[in-house]
Structure formats: C-alpha cells, structure tokens
C-alpha cells in the first residue's frame, strides 16, 4: 500500500522536481498540493509557471491547491516542504507538532542536534534519531543539506573512508543560475559575469558537513569537529548543476590511483536497500581532463549521480593535497531528490509505517 503524500511550495522550481519525481513514484502517492494560501482552491495545471522541462504530469495538474495548514492535509502520510526559508520557520515545526513527518530542503532547523540532516549515502543511520523526535516534538522532521553542501559532502565521502578525515579541505563553489531560484537572479547580473559571492553559502559549506560527517549521541547529533573546511562560493552562468573544487590536506601521503578506484567503486546504504529514488552508480568517474561538465553529466543516474574528475596529488615530505572536481544537479540530488530518498529510507528503516 503507497504512501500519501502532499508537497508544501510545490509551485517553486524545487516543488515543480518534487512534482516531476513523485508523479509515478511506487511507494508514495502524490494526492494534495500546495502554495501560497491565496492561491488555494486553484487548479496546479491553471496556477503553475512550469521551468523544468517537459509539461506537467497530467493526472498532477487536475489536483486544486490546499491551504498550507495542516488541518488541510488531514490523512497525509508524508509532507515534502520545498518552502522559501521564512516561511518553512513558521509552517514546519507547526506540521511537526501536529504528528506530521516531515521531509524538507529548506535551511531553517539544518543544524537544530534534534534534527537529522541526511545525505542517506553518507550518514543513514543519523535517521534513528527520527524515533526520539515522535515523542520529543510530536512528529518527524527531516532536513536535506544546502545543495551545494550536498555536493561537496558526497565528494568527500571515499576519500574520508579510504584516508580518514583531512587535517584542511579548501573548497571553491561554481553554483548555478537555478540555486538562486526562478526568480533570485536578475539575467542581466549573471550574464556574462561570474559573481564572486554568495550571502550565507560559505558558512553553509563550512558548518553543514561537520554535522553530517558527525555522530549520533542519544536523541541528537554531535557534530564531527575535526572536519575543518575554509570554503569561496560564486554564481556562474550555468542553468543546472554545482561544481565544487576540493583540495584535501593530509599528513600523510595518498594515491592517486587508489582513490580513484574508491570513488569508481563507491556503493552505500541506499543502493544496498535498492530504494527506488537511489542512483545504481552514486559516483561517476570521470579520467578525461576535461570532466565533469553541468552541461554533459548533471542528468546522470537521472540526476542523483555525483560526477568526479581531475582526481590529483600532489605533496612532499609527509604532506599532502588531494585534488579534485565535483559535480552534481542542485535541484535534483542537491534538494528534491536527496528528500524524496531522505523519505524513502525512513519507510526502509522502518520508521515510517502505514
């Protein structure tokens, strides 16, 4: 028996990859939507401005737009907020208190120890801390990092397994057009232009992947205060796809080669569970010098692939620098993507039932 499920800000760029992905989902049934309360009682075909390519799943454009309430979306199984940042702060601990589990891509509460921030490859298990929140706040509240958090976290991860966490890690951010949102950037900024700043991203890159390289502690997460990251994040004419320039430091000396097999052979938690969002390959490898490319690999694994490529060392006595190039779709695996499987392994893990 599928799963009901509802969308909250499901008119938004984010909403409309929750709608596209959910629309013939197997384990969740897209039954109610929702926007701004004015537009409640509308028709999501008549009301939405569709960005994403394709047209609007048929059978999703005839369902009319509920209230964001939760006295509206009595009987819902599963709530994905893809709500703008101060909105979610005011609706989502409201859908959490009333019994709500809730699965969201927007900041507020991302670093609250109550509540798990997910990447399911990385850290799965910090979603056990969801069983403590039925009786600490009333329902489940789930968060997926920034997007381009996600990336840089996923980019790490084969290296930490194989080389344990870096003394440093340097990273420098070339964010696409769309983590703005439709309408965060005018055309005329970007065009032609790199924009050598994003207000609250470096912070973001900085605090988020310590929590999700850190542990569980009862009911909370402890973050992992040795991950040290100094991160420069810019804005670039690209519609789709972040890449992140990761340089590691180590005191000790790595292999090129053996990372690479790493990362060509990395699997996890979701591709073990077969969960139907996961991609088969999670990391792609790249060996040509001039990949990834957003343009040539942010679709991979429909999106939920993370490319990697230019994988260098370099160092002397005692001392070295990993180097690579990160690539993934901040919309797909960096937001909708990333929580629909954030959902997915809850039903896997059993902390979700019908």
Known sequence: MKYDVAILGATGMVGQRYVKMLSKHPWFNLVALSASPQKAGSRYGDIVSWVIGGEVPSDIAEIRLSKPDPGDLKGIDIVFSALPTEVSRELEPRFVSMGFAVFSDSSPMR????????IPEINMPHMDIAR???HLMGGILVKTPNCTSNVLAMGLKPLIDLYGIPQLV???????????????LPSMAIQDNVIPYIKNEEEKLAEEPRKIYGRVSGASIEHNDSLYIEATTTRVPVSDGHLVVIHAHYIRELDAEELARAYDSFKSYPQELGLPTA?????VLHRTHDRPQ????????????ISIGRIRVSGKG?????KLVVLGHNTIRGA??????NAESAVALGILKR
């Open 132 to 134: 403590y929140q039925k």
């Open 111 to 118: 670093l609250d120890p109550r509540v798990p921030l997910v």
């Open 279 to 283: 991609p088969r390959k999670p990391m």
């Open 294 to 305: 957003p343009r040539l690999d942010r679709d991979l694994e429909n999106g939920m692939a």
């Open 336 to 341: 909708a993507g990333n929580t629909i499987l």
């Open 318 to 322: 005692g001392k070295s620098i990993a």
């Open 170 to 184: 340097d990273a420098v951010s070339l964010q696409a057009i769309s983590g703005a949102g439709y309408s965060g």
